[in-house]
């Protein structure tokens, strides 16, 4: 059984996976969300009068914060030094864009990061605005693309 799936042993009991004979190399991923809003809560953005404040300024933090904490959170996911973490938001018409890109030099990759970045950044934007737009939808949330380790770049 433990042949098949890399985080399971020879029992089938779940354990995280060894990379120590992995090689290290340059990786990074890239992910994406959106988070729907009303056409209220999208001109209080643009005009910068979210009453809780600087909404997209605190969930670009939250973002970089989330991709810091990733091992905490994925039990099974390994602690690896991230060398970069960029969040961006972008307003639109039916809501806020994100995006966020996690880099590393390690045995593994680090799409779990920028998944996490991606979903606390959608998360503390849908805390700070719903006072002002309770129905907020986070969706949508995916990797996008990756880069390093043995399979190379993948693309959506």
Known sequence: MGTEFSHLDDKGAARMVDVSAKGVSSRTATATGFVRLSAECIGLLRAGDMPKGDALSVA????????????DLVPLCHPIALHGVTVELEIHDEGVAIRAVTRTADRTGVE?????????????L???????????????????????????????
């Open 112 to 124: 779990m990061e920028a998944l996490t970045s991606v979903s606390v950044a959608a998360l503390a």
């Open 126 to 156: 849908v805390d700070m605005v719903k006072a002002v737009d309770p129905g907020a939808v986070i969706t949508d949330v995916r990797v996008e693309e990756k880069t390093g380790g043995k399979t190379g770049v993948w693309r959506r």
């Open 60 to 71: 670009r933090i939250a973002g970089i914060m989330g991709a810091k904490r990733v091992p």
